[in-house]
């Protein structure tokens, strides 16, 4: 999974580090607020991080779970904005949305995602359709994320609504600096 | 072997592990001394001393009414009512000397004694007393009741001219037992701090109480075991242990110091040398000190046995624990073993090594980390060189290697554990029998034959980790909701005291629950298995004795929930029912797990959720409320794992927001809904199969 995250990365590189200018676009890395976030039950102090990346007709949208600092875990949505939903198949049985209730995705199985520009370039929503396993049984959640700039372009809010919850998980991203 | 003569073999094994009783006799005759603290005020004196003696069909009693400045009353006296004469000699009226009243001497009191049955006798007296405005007859009454076990002698006296006020009454406890010493610790474990200090009381505790339980450490207000002061008034209330404060280091090794046989010096500048001396500690009767506390041990009349300053500069961890294995190893104990891990670097918290001391254990705090190598081999060769089935007792540290890492390989050759490093007085508590008569009792909520039906809605329920120490148990909220404790099941021999202490606490709505995995703390997948067959029987019967019947298990020897697996395979989840005959179900986990099954009506369930101590109560409400609109079908069963470090009071916040179709039932009415329509999908850990070839 790590390996497919960073042949992505190098695919679809953030226009921020890329050197072009940041402040009006969703591209970029984006380091976790956890103070302005909703409390995200992190598994052994893993912290989020996003990484937006726009290249032709496709985006790709990134998280990563940093632990010390490395990524541990990525979870990775690749689509066509406007596209049609992109099935890819789970590999993982981890299910990051929530580390301590008890749900696991379901690997074999495959998610959809799809994604639309709500306003170009600042406002991204995603639609997923994840399998998961839970005590009994198999069923799917689906998963609505909006991904908006905030005014000056230093901050990035993603609200996630999930089919099975009925208050939405909201958290607060602030652009990490471009570090070359 | 067959079931029976496993165990009797267990049985054995547990026997030969409990302390000896102390020698007493449960007659009322012999010598008591006052429980102040649950005895009526005696004003001058303060004291009070009786000897009852039987010589045919005759009665001596002594009442000695204080200790230095005393008051003597000596009565022999026939058993059958007949009245003696006894010459008044003296005006003390001992038990009220601040009350104007005196005994006319010169004048007779008329006494008279019965023994009705083998634990009371009564006497009666007749006699004149003076107060201030003359003499008045008197007439007083004392029955001396002898409690069910022996221990304690209850002295009830009535006056006929006392009739108001609360009744006169003295507990007496047999002179000589139940008397220990008491020594308040410093909140300061730094190395370079005052850990010299507290690593020199836990080694002279460890010591003294070999001869028996003597002193008792009282450890900072937030100690991580949280029971310290409230055991103590627990021994002082209910099993009445009078104890004398030793204050500091030289009092205390004033007063202890006939126990010791000299001192072993260790290095502040090589922290592992602290960790060498508590095993010399163990080994020698010596007690630990740093360099600046020579003199005050040598003005004890102490003498050296061991100095380990400056022996292991430049040497790591492998060379000094090698060389303590070389030294010592033959001498220490193959049924339990120190690891005096936990919190590292500048601080130590070595509260357990009392214990590896009193059991003249080798002490280490080596990584079980595989990769790291050097440490590993040793921790391996000691762990192998133990009797199978040994106690790991303390914590891995936190420095070196992960929790998971060391119980694996512990679990690898049967060992248990049980911690932690913290683990407090328990050379102490391990020698305080449950009191006589005292049975423990669980609170159940089903009767024999109780099948309830459950119906369409989300039923939840608690189990709280660590409940015996580390828990919420003495923090707000205990007792308002239907709860579960992990109970400490080695506590029936280890400590039956402290099984007693959180026995007879327990509120209706405590339900305790064996744990973890075995006697001990296990992960069942690394235990050889013809090894874990063996102690889950010995689980069984201590569940039998603290009338247990729900088992836990958790298994990260795999890795957690997360990046690992904490999941059962079939064979060992049937190995567990198989064991357990009369376990009503099992859970399974720490984090969620996902191990389900079901066998006649005894469910197998793993955790649906974890309640992180740092999760806000409304996003735990929701995350409750999610994980039931994930699991739609009813009834359906959410079984919630709580950190110590949540008290209930903050689960009830939580649980009373979650709705109406929500219900809080007590554990083994969820286990017994859970296993009557078991909606869970069953689901085992599945191994890969192997290419044939």
């Known amino acids: 999974m790590i390996a497919r995250t960073l042949l992505l990365a190098a695919l679809l590189v953030p226009a921020g580090d890329r050197g072009e200018a940041t402040g009006s676009s969703i591209e970029g890395v984006w380091k976790f607020v956890p103070a302005k976030s909703t409390e995200i039950a992190a598994w052994k102090g893993r912290v989020p991080e996003i990484v937006i990346a726009a290249a032709g007709d496709r985006v790709s949208v990134i998280q990563n779970w940093l632990e010390r600092g490395q990524v541990a875990y990525a979870d990775t949505f690749l689509f066509a904005p406007g596209g049609p939903p992109v099935s890819s198949p789970v590999r993982s049985v981890e299910w990051p949305d929530n580390w301590f209730m008890g749900v696991l995705a379901s690997v074999g199985d495959e998610r959809t995602v799809a994604g639309s520009w709500q306003a170009q370039g600042t406002d991204l929503r995603t639609t997923t359709v994840q399998p998961v396993l839970t005590s009994q049984g198999k069923t799917t959640v689906t998963t609505v994320r909006e991904y908006v700039l905030g005014a000056g372009g230093s901050a990035l809010t993603v609200t996630e609504q999930r089919s099975t919850r009925q208050t939405p998980v909201v958290l607060v991203f602030e652009r990490k600096e471009a570090t070359r | ?401 992960l929790e998971r890492e060391f119980v694996k390989l512990t679990s690898a050759y049967g060992h248990r554990v049980i911690g932690l490093h913290t683990l407090p007085n328990l050379s102490f508590s391990a020698q305080i029998p449950a009191s006589p008569g005292f049975k423990f009792t669980n609170n159940h909520h089903l009767r024999p034959g109780d099948a309830p039906v459950p119906g369409k809605k989300v039923y939840v329920t608690c189990i709280q980790t660590d409940g015996m120490g580390l828990g919420a148990w003495l923090r707000p909220g205990r007792g308002e909701i239907p709860y579960a404790w992990e109970a400490e099941t080695n506590y029936t021999w280890m400590a039956p005291a402290m099984a007693e202490y959180f026995y007879s606490m327990a509120t209706p709505n405590d339900f305790m629950i064996g744990c973890l995995s075995g006697p001990g703390y296990l992960y069942p997948k690394a235990v050889p298995p013809k090894l874990l067959k063996q102690l889950i029987a010995i689980s069984r019967e201590q569940m039998k004795e603290l009338d247990l019947n729900v088992f836990e298990t958790m298994d990260y020897s795999e890795g957690a929930t997360v990046e690992g697996n904490s999941d059962l395979p079939k064979d060992i989840v049937d190995m567990y029912y198989d064991g357990m005959p009369e376990a009503i179900g099992f859970v399974n986990g720490y984090a969620p797990s996902y191990t389900f099954a079901v066998k006649d009506g005894r469910p197998f369930m793993s955790y649906d959720y974890y309640l992180s101590p740092e999760r806000p109560e409304a996003d735990a409400v929701a995350d ?70």
């Open chain 2, 1 to 401: 072997m067959s079931r029976l003569s496993l165990t009797c073999l267990i049985a054995v094994l547990m026997l030969a592990a409990m302390p000896p009783a102390p020698a007493q006799t449960k007659d009322i005759e012999g010598k008591w001394e006052l429980v102040r603290d649950k005895s009526t005020d005696i004003d001058l004196y303060e004291a009070l001393a009786v000897e009852i003696r039987f010589d045919g069909p005759g009665l001596t009693l002594i009442w000695t009414w204080g200790t230095g400045r005393s008051f003597r009353d000596s009565l022999a006296l026939p058993l059958g009512g007949a009245a003696v004469h006894v010459p008044v000699t003296s005006r003390v009226f001992p038990s009220n000397v601040f009350m104007g009243l005196m005994m006319p001497v010169g004048s007779v009191r008329d006494v008279r004694a019965w023994r009705p049955d083998q634990n009371t006798v009564r006497l009666e007296e007749s006699f004149r007393i003076r107060g201030s405005q003359g003499e008045v007859p008197e007439t007083q009454t004392s029955v001396f009741t002898l409690s069910p076990g022996g221990e304690a002698l209850a002295v009830e006296v009535t006056r006929a001219t006392r009739t108001s006020g609360p009744p006169v009454k003295y507990l007496l406890k047999r002179a000589g037992s139940a008397e220990g010493f008491v020594i308040r610790l410093e909140d300061n474990w730094e190395v370079a701090g005052k850990l010299s200090v507290q690593a020199f009381m836990i080694s002279l505790q460890g010591i003294v109480n070999k001869s028996g339980p003597r002193v008792y450490l009282l450890y900072p207000e937030d100690w991580p075991f949280t029971y310290v002061q409230s055991v103590y008034d627990f021994y002082r209330a209910k099993r009445n242990y009078s104890f004398r404060e030793l204050r500091g280091a030289e009092e205390a090794i004033g007063a202890l110091k006939k126990y010791v046989r000299g001192y072993v010096v260790w290095d502040r500048n090589v922290r592992s040398s602290l960790t060498v001396a508590f095993t010399v500690a163990g080994l020698e009767d010596a007690v630990v000190v740093s360099e600046d506390m020579i003199p005050l041990v040598e003005r004890a009349g102490l003498k050296p046995v061991e100095d380990l300053r400056g022996k292991f500069v430049g040497w790591n961890d492998t060379k000094i624990y090698t060389w303590a294995y070389e030294k010592y190893w033959d001498r220490c104990s193959r049924e339990y073993i120190i690891w005096l891990g936990g919190d590292a670097g500048p601080v130590m918290k070595p509260a357990v090594a009392d214990w590896g001391i009193f059991k003249k254990c080798f002490f280490s705090d080596l990584s079980c980390r595989v990769t790291d190598t050097s440490e590993y081999a040793l921790s391996s060769k000691l762990l192998a060189e133990m009797k199978p089935m040994s106690l790991v007792m303390g914590w891995h540290s936190y420095a070196k290697d």
């Open chain 2, 624 to 693: 409750l409320q999610e994980l039931a609109r994930i699991n739609p079908r009813r009834p359906y069963f959410e079984l919630l794992h709580i950190r110590e470090s949540s008290d209930v009071k903050r689960v009830k916040g939580i649980l009373d927001r979650l709705g109406p179709e929500f219900e809080v039932v007590p554990l083994d009415v969820f286990l017994a809904m859970a296993g009557k329509d078991p909606t869970f999908k069953e689901r085992y850990l599945v191994r890969p199969q192997k290419e044939s070839r």
